[in-house]
């Protein structure tokens, strides 16, 4: 997602395959994450096991999404060493799901979220940023939940952290985009910092005053989201046409739900069970997070496997269907206590993430759709023979 990873490779790297391999991890805790949700929404599941419904929370988050960003992060910084961290990220949810005691999969994500905070040293060491602070910051709370987590706290009062772990490693990788803007000064820079400290103190005062720490996430969060809107260059490139179109919708309509989770903070304060809580966590995972993802598809997997991702107005499809369904969802059952709106709606959100996954799958293979061919002939001129168009000599 940053603009390292902005590039098409013509051919697979040697080392594509341990990559692929740990893409492999990253997809295996997807699939267990969403069996989980369809226990939890009381649905059949292909799989019933015993912790997949207690675990479904950090499994999504990090055993899936941290999986994944990490390692792009690890491609990044071009150290074997780094690897380890979306490597643990991925056995802790494989651990997760399996027999063994619960501890080791915790165990094993607190040791990659400890290394994930070794990259951004790195990052730092190579050239200090205000972006690789922002995003240093989120992997700081994602190091704190999975401590915190593994000492025994309940995962609905770690939400706020595993939150703000991942919209602060993208809202930092937006930043490094947004630097080709000409609006983004230092000014800016520090604002999107000084909303970052504020979210973090934030993450701190809901654990000990919830009270009083809910509403300053959502004041702080709402702040985060203005930044994004007035400095992404998403909010320009949706007047684009093809993949930048794409990119920028996703990226919009993820902002939007984020916004709606700033405002649950505020209104209703913290939530742990019930409707509040469930509007919360899936604005901010499926509609924001997911949302990122079906976006930054077509640059994350070039970069991390040296593979094209050919866009395709296909993806528009699951995202579509993502956020009709999330609506439903949250603003039909969540707002009204229709549960059966919920079910539905979260059984669609599921679909939804399975189109897109098959659709990039499908698009790999296939490869880039042939550019179109211009055909052209020859006729003389006086001073000799000149090549002209079809389309002009019409």
Known sequence: MSPKSHYLPTRPSRRSGGRTLLLLLGGFALLAGLDGALILLGLPAPVIAARLADVHGPLMVFGF?????????????????????????????????????????????????????????????????????????????????????????????????MTLFLVLTIAGERLELARISPTVDERAERWLLAVALVLASGVVLALLWPLLGYPVLGFALLGLVSWLVRYDVATRLVRSKGLPRYMALCLLAGYGWLGVVGLVWILW??????????????????????????????????????????YRPLMYGPVVLMHASLLVRVVGGDARGLDVLVQWGGFANIVAVLLFVGVSVVSVCVGAPPKPVRRESSTASPRGRATISLETRR
């Not at 056995?91 to 080791?104: E, K, M, N, Q, T």
């Not at 190579?126 to 602070?133: C, F, V």
């Not at 899936?282 to 997997?301: C, K, Y």
């Open 65 to 161: 999404v941290g999986t994944v960003v990490v390692l792009e992060r690890a491609v990044a910084i071009r150290r074997n060493w780094a690897f380890l961290s979306p490597g643990l990220l991925g056995a802790g949810g494989i651990a997760l799901v399996s027999p063994i005691p619960l501890v080791v999969g915790q165990l094993a994500l607190v040791a990659g979220s400890i290394v994930l905070l070794a990259i951004y040293r790195a990052i730092w060491a190579r050239q200090p940023s205000t972006s690789s602070a922002v995003q240093a910051l989120g992997a700081l709370l994602g190091l704190a939940a999975t401590i915190l987590w593994w000492g025994g706290v309940p995962v609905p009062q770690l939400i706020p952290a």
């Open 269 to 310: 304060g913290p939530g742990y069970i019930g409707p509040a809580y469930d509007a919360v966590v899936h604005s901010v995972f499926l509609g924001f997070v997911i949302s990122m993802i079906m976006a930054h598809a077509p640059t994350i997997l070039p970069a991390v496997l040296r593979r094209p991702l050919p």
